[in-house]
């Protein structure tokens, strides 16, 4: 079911009517920026994932933040330095 421009025009007088038309540009501004930040964060999920995934691939070896790898006597000082900057 497809909305037509009927529809979108009385839908946009009940928006002006309940917001007032001086409200309209803060809050479409407001959604945009909301917008902008999920996806931010959604492309930050999909870094960290791919990173987990690059991890687990590793085996029990290591990579630090800067993408170095870490050698295995090392890992738990680079697993508490994670953590602690968590």
Known sequence: ????GTELLIIL???V???GAKRIPG??????KSIQDFRAG??????EGEEVRKLSSK???E???DGSEVAPSQQTKAARANE???
Do not use: P
């Open 63 to 65: 990579v630090s933040s």
């Open 42 to 47: 959604a492309a930050g999920a999909a870094e």
């Open 13 to 15: 007088a009940i928006i």
């Open 17 to 19: 009517l309940f917001f």
């Open 84 to 86: 602690q900057n968590l």
């Open 27 to 32: 809050l479409g501004r407001s959604l945009g």
């Open 59 to 61: 085996g029990k070896e």
């Open 1 to 4: 079911m497809a909305m037509g």
